[in-house]
C-alpha cells in the first residue's frame, strides 16, 4: 500500500514509519523538519511540508491509498490556545477528498470526544488543568472526522510511553470497557500498521492501553 504519515519526524509518526517500511508499504513521510527522520529505505520518501498548508498537504495526498495522521504538540504549546489538531484535520480532509484518498487513521487520545466521559474524578481535574486545551482542540478533531464521508478510523491510546514494542495491549473497542492506562508509542505504532490493510475499525474510535 502507498501510506502518507503526516507528523513522521518523531513519537508515534516516526514508530508508524520504521513499522510500516517493515511491513512492506511504500510510505510517503511528511514533516516540517525532514531532517530528524533519521530513517533510510528504498520504500521510503521524505516531504518537508507543513500540516496545515493546505498546498503541503494536496501534494502529499496525491497518489496514495492511506494516510496516518500522528499530529502532536509541545508541553509548552499546552498553556497556549491550540487549534493544530483541527486546522489540520480540516485541511487534511479538504485535500484527501480532492484526491479521491479514502482511507484514513488518526491518532487523538484517551480523553478525546466520548472518552472524556470515562476520566475518573480523580484524574479530571489535572486532566484539564494540563491537558484541557489540546483535548476540547481533538474533540473538534474527531467530529470533523466523523463528519466527513471518508473510511476513518480514530485510535485513542493511553499514556504514551518510550517503552518497546511488546505487542501485548487492548484494544477496548466499547465505551463500557474504556479506561486510562499506560502503551508504548512502538505498540500503537504496531495497531495503527495493522489499520493499513485491515477494515476491523472502519468507523470506530478504539482505546489502547497495556
Not at 473510511?151 to 470497557?177: F, K, N, Q
Request: hydrophobic share 45%; with cysteine.
Amino acid at each position: 500500500m502507498r501510506v502518507l504519515i503526516v507528523g513522521a519526524s518523531k513519537g508515534i509518526g516516526l514508530e508508524t514509519t520504521r513499522q510500516a517500511l517493515e511491513a512492506g508499504h511504500n510510505v510517503r513521510a511528511l514533516a516540517r523538519s525532514i531532517s530528524a527522520i533519521e530513517v533510510s529505505d528504498p520504500k521510503l520518501e521524505k516531504i518537508a511540508g507543513d500540516a496545515i498548508e493546505i498546498e503541503d498537504i494536496e501534494a502529499a495526498t496525491t497518489g496514495m491509498d492511506v494516510v496516518i495522521q500522528t499530529l502532536g504538540v509541545g508541553l509548552g504549546e499546552l498553556l497556549g490556545p491550540i487549534s493544530l489538531f483541527s486546522k489540520a484535520t480540516q485541511v487534511l480532509i479538504t485535500a484527501m477528498n480532492d484526491r479521491g484518498v479514502k482511507r484514513l487513521i488518526t491518532v487523538t487520545g484517551f480523553g478525546a470526544g466520548d472518552s472524556a466521559a470515562q476520566i475518573s474524578c480523580f484524574q479530571r481535574v489535572p486532566f484539564q488543568m494540563v491537558f484541557g486545551r489540546a483535548y476540547d482542540d481533538k474533540t473538534v478533531q474527531e467530529r470533523l472526522i466523523r463528519d466527513s464521508k471518508l473510511d476513518w478510523t480514530i485510535v485513542r491510546p493511553g499514556v504514551l510511553t518510550s517503552g518497546p514494542r511488546t505487542g501485548r495491549y487492548l484494544v477496548l473497542s466499547e465505551a463500557s470497557r474504556w479506561r486510562n492506562g499506560v502503551i508504548s508509542r512502538a505498540d500503537v505504532a504496531e495497531f495503527l500498521v495493522q489499520q493499513i490493510e485491515g477494515t476491523t475499525f472502519i468507523g470506530k474510535t478504539p482505546v489502547l492501553v497495556n
